[in-house]
C-alpha cells in the first residue's frame, strides 16, 4: 500500500484507509500552535489510551471503529509495533470546526467573566 498520509496535525497524523481513517497520536509537542523541537517519549501512547478510556467510559455512539491495528494492512512506512497504543481506526466524517483548549485554573479577568 503506498502512503496515504491526508493530515498531518500539530500532534497526530491520519491516514486514509480507504473506508476509515488511521489516527495517530505522535510524541510531537505542540504549544500556541508552534510544534517545538523536542518530543516526550510515549506522549501519543498515553494521550490515546486516555482518549480510548473516556470513548468507553461513557459509551455513547463515537467515531472510534478500533484501537487494535493488528488486522490491516497499513500505509508504506508504519507498522505494528509502533502503532501500539497510539493508533486508532476510525469512521470518516464531516469536521466540526470547533477548538476547545481546557486550562488547569482561571486567573484574572477569565475567573472575572
Do not use: Q
Amino acid at each position: 500500500m503506498s502512503s496515504t498520509l491526508v493530515r498531518e496535525g500539530k500532534v497526530r497524523n491520519v491516514y486514509d484507509l480507504g473506508d476509515h481513517y488511521l489516527m495517530v497520536a505522535t510524541d510531537r509537542i505542540s504549544a500556541f500552535d508552534w510544534i517545538l523541537p523536542t518530543r516526550i517519549p510515549d506522549k501519543g501512547r498515553v494521550l490515546n489510551l486516555i482518549s480510548k478510556f473516556w470513548f468507553e467510559y461513557f459509551d455513547v455512539p463515537n467515531h472510534v471503529v478500533s484501537t487494535d491495528t493488528t488486522g490491516i494492512e497499513l500505509p508504506e512506512g508504519l507498522n505494528h509495533d509502533d502503532l501500539a497504543g497510539r493508533s486508532m481506526i476510525v469512521k470518516k466524517c464531516e469536521v466540526v470546526p470547533v477548538e476547545c483548549v481546557v486550562r488547569g485554573y482561571l486567573v484574572g479577568s477569565g475567573w472575572k467573566d
